[in-house]
């Protein structure tokens, strides 16, 4: 194989990959596949332009490139996703963790909750609520639940390796579990079962269970409503992550079930990603 610098191997990776919704930047992606496949930082790559890259490198590279194209999530073929300025371990198994799911976890941390608070997260996927949550507020008692095994195998690998102390559960939603418990944090699937085929290749490539969320995307937040009156303690908090458009309807479901709406936070788009849920009988717990 005849050498090639850094610099050939990115002009190569710009033009091998489609410019599209996923990819807006070809030659930035190609960038980071690279030095993600040496095990270096994209600066020390943009330093060394005339560099030669070695032949294992140069191979993985271009099989991440052929694979990226034909829309392969990066992260996947990395392994990797930064979540909260920790990495965290992903797989087709589990939803590749979104930068606005981490709304939810500053609005978590911003809270008053009790030094051994309970948490619970809903659907933990690859566990990086609960692992960042756990490690945010050593004191805090958290566990997590999933209905997949995989992905709480994947949740416990995260645990372990980031060394965070969360339980985790195999159940549906929150069913086995006693309270009281004083945050709820979920981020459940909740793209409509219509909308599935419009999401971008990448996005599709994550696991159906992790983003259908039925008809009009609140199936599984619909059935979580139903369980938090039993779950919440009375001054409880209960974080839902949104789609676009459907904080509104989430209020309506939650009030027959004595929940309002305490506050909606929203993401750079305008989204109003995070709503916020407490049970109207509430009063603030000091211990």
């Not at 600066?43 to 890259?53: D, G, I, M």
């Not at 309970?118 to 999933?146: F, I, K, Y």
Request: net charge positive; charged share 25%.
């Amino acid at each position: 194989m005849d050498t090639q610098s850094v610099d050939e191997l990115l002009d190569r990776g710009g033009d091998a990959l489609p410019r599209r919704p996923g990819i807006p930047e070809p030659r930035r992606e190609a960038l980071w596949l690279l030095a993600a496949a040496w095990g270096r930082d994209t600066t020390w790559v943009r330093l060394h332009r005339e560099t030669t890259v070695p032949g294992e490198v140069v191979r993985r590279y271009e099989d991440w490139l052929e694979r990226r194209a034909a829309g392969v999530p990066a992260h996947h073929l990395t392994g990797v996703c930064p979540f909260w300025g920790r990495p965290f371990r992903v797989s087709p198994e589990v939803l590749i963790p979104r930068p606005e799911t981490e709304l939810l976890v500053e609005r978590a941390l911003a809270l008053e909750l009790p030094p051994r608070a309970r948490v619970v997260d809903v659907g933990t996927g690859s566990g990086c609520l609960a692992v960042t949550l756990a490690l945010e507020r050593p004191g805090w008692r958290v566990a997590a639940t999933d209905r997949s095994a995989a992905a709480l195998w994947m949740a416990r690998r995260n645990a372990r390796a980031l060394g965070a102390g969360a339980r985790l559960v195999l159940t549906d939603l929150v069913a086995g579990l006693t309270g009281p418990v004083h945050l709820v944090a979920a981020n459940l699937p909740y793209v409509p079962a219509q909308a599935m085929a419009e999401l971008p290749v990448e996005v599709r490539h994550d696991p159906r269970g992790a983003l259908d969320g039925g008809p009009d995307g609140l199936a599984l937040v619909r059935r979580l409503l139903a369980g938090l009156p039993r779950l919440l303690s009375p001054a409880g908090v209960a974080l839902l992550e949104l789609g676009e458009g459907q904080a509104e309807a989430v209020a309506r479901e939650a009030a027959p079930w004595g929940l309002k709406v305490a506050a909606r936070i929203k993401d750079l788009g305008g989204c109003e990603r995070i709503v916020e849920l407490r049970p109207r009988t509430g009063r603030r717990e000091s211990s």
